[in-house]
C-alpha cells in the first residue's frame, strides 16, 4: 500500500513535470516510474542534431523538468531525493527521484509550486518604470546558487555587447542550412502537434537592446510584442565552472529555480540560448564572465505591462512520456 501511495507521487510528479519549459519545446525526456524510484532519461531521439550537437540544450531542458519534478514533490509534502548520473554505465540516466520522507509543504514550497502552473515563455517587451527590486535580485542569484551554477547579471555595457552576440548569432543561424532546417521543422509541426512552437508565441519584429531569434518563422510570427519598451530589463546569464553533463543538468535546475522565483515575485521571462549556440558568440559572452566561468543560457527578466499571459505551448500527454506506475492512478 505504502510502496503504491510512493508510485502514485512520483507518477505525478513527472505528470507535472511536462510543465517545464525545453529548446524550441522539444520536451527532451522520458520519465520511468519504477521500485519507489523516478528515473529521468535523456531522450537523444529530440536532440537537435544542428541547433544542439553536444546535446547540451537537450540536458539543460531535462534539468528544468527535474526542477519542476522536484517543486511538484515538494508542495505534496515529500522530501525530493534526487541522485543525478547514478550509473556511468548508461549517460541517459540523467537522475533518480524518490520522494523521501514526508515534509508539510511551507509558504515557499506553495508559492513556488504555484509559479510553475503559471509560468509561461514571455517573449513579449517588457516595460517598468523603476529597477528590479535588490531584493529580488538577490533571491534569484540564491536561487540559481542553491542549484551549484550561478547567475551573472550583465551591467548596461555588457547588454550592448550580447545584443552584438545576439546580432552575430542571427547572421550565421541564417547562413548554417542544417540549423535553418531544424528550427522550421519545431516550429511547424502542424495543427494539433502536442509539441514544437507556433508563430503565435513569438513576437512580430520590434525594436530591442538584444533581438529576438526569430525561429526560422519570418513574417510568421505574428505575436503583438506589447506596450513595453524594456525599460529596465535584466539579462541575467546562467554560469556554471565547469562545462560537462552534470553541470548542463545543473544549469537546468538552476534556470527553473531561477524562472520560478521570478515569476513569484510577479516579473517575466524569456530565455535566450541562441547566444550559447553558436561558439563565437557563446566565446564573447563568455569573456564578460567575472569570475570566468561557463555562459549556459541567459534569462532576460522584467515586467511585462500586459497583464494577460502570453499564449500557452503544447504538452505531449502523460503516456508518452512516463512509463510505468500508471496502474495505482
Ligand atoms: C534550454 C532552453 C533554451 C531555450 N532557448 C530559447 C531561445 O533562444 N529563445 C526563446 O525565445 N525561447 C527559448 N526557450 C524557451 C522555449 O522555447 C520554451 O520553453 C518552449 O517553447 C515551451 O514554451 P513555454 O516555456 O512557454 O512552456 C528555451 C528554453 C530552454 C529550456
Same mark, same amino acid.
Given at each position: ?17 511536462? @510543465?517545464?519549459? !525545453?529548446?524550441? +519545446? ?45 517543486? #511538484? ?45 503559471? @509560468?509561461?515563455?514571455?517573449? @513579449?517587451?517588457?516595460?517598468?518604470? =523603476? ?10 542569484? #540564491? ?25 552575430? &548569432? ?10 535553418? #532546417? ?49 525599460? +529596465? =530589463? ?21 534556470? !527553473? ?29 563568455? !569573456?564578460?564572465?567575472?569570475? &570566468? ?7 532576460? =527578466? ?26 495505482? @492512478?
Amino acid at each position: 500500500m505504502i510502496e503504491d501511495t510512493q508510485t502514485a507521487t512520483l507518477h505525478l510528479a513527472a505528470d507535472e513535470a511536462r @510543465r517545464a519549459p !525545453s529548446i524550441l +519545446n522539444t520536451q527532451p525526456w522520458r520519465w520511468q516510474v519504477h521500485d519507489g524510484a523516478l528515473d529521468l532519461h535523456a531522450d537523444p531521439a529530440r536532440r537537435l542534431g544542428s541547433v544542439d550537437p553536444q546535446g547540451r540544450l537537450l540536458t539543460l531542458s531535462c534539468g528544468a523538468a527535474l526542477h519542476h519534478a522536484r517543486v #511538484a514533490l515538494a508542495a505534496a509534502g515529500h522530501e525530493p531525493v534526487v541522485e543525478r548520473l547514478p550509473d556511468p554505465a548508461d549517460p541517459s540516466l540523467l537522475a533518480r527521484v524518490r520522494a523521501g520522507r514526508p515534509r508539510p509543504a511551507g509558504d515557499d514550497d506553495r508559492l513556488t509550486y504555484e509559479a510553475m502552473l503559471r @509560468r509561461r515563455t514571455d517573449r @513579449r517587451r517588457f516595460g517598468s518604470p =523603476v529597477p528590479m527590486a535588490p531584493e529580488a535580485l538577490a533571491a534569484l542569484r #540564491a536561487a540559481a546558487e542553491a542549484e551549484h551554477a550561478r547567475l551573472h547579471r550583465l551591467r548596461p555595457g555588457e547588454v550592448e555587447y550580447l545584443g552584438y552576440a545576439a546580432q552575430g &548569432a542571427h547572421v550565421l543561424d541564417a547562413k548554417d542550412e542544417g540549423r535553418v #532546417a531544424e528550427q522550421q521543422a519545431w516550429t511547424h509541426r502542424g495543427p494539433g502537434s502536442a509539441d514544437g512552437m507556433t508563430g503565435d508565441a513569438v513576437p512580430a519584429p520590434a525594436d530591442r537592446p538584444v533581438p529576438l531569434r526569430d525561429f526560422a518563422l519570418g513574417g510568421e510570427a505574428t505575436l503583438d510584442p506589447g506596450p513595453g519598451d524594456e525599460s +529596465n =530589463v535584466e539579462y541575467l546569464a546562467v554560469v556554471t565552472d565547469g562545462d560537462g553533463v552534470e553541470d548542463w543538468l545543473a544549469a537546468g535546475e538552476a534556470t !527553473s529555480a531561477v524562472w520560478l522565483a521570478a515569476v513569484a515575485r510577479g516579473l517575466a521571462a524569456s530565455p535566450l540560448s541562441d547566444v550559447v549556440e553558436i561558439p563565437g558568440a557563446r566565446a564573447l559572452l563568455g !569573456s564578460l564572465i567575472e569570475p &570566468a566561468g561557463h555562459p549556459q543560457l541567459v534569462l532576460r =527578466v522584467g515586467v511585462d505591462p500586459d497583464p494577460a499571459p502570453p499564449p500557452a505551448s503544447p504538452r505531449r500527454p502523460a503516456r508518452d512520456v512516463i512509463d510505468g506506475g500508471e496502474a495505482t @492512478r
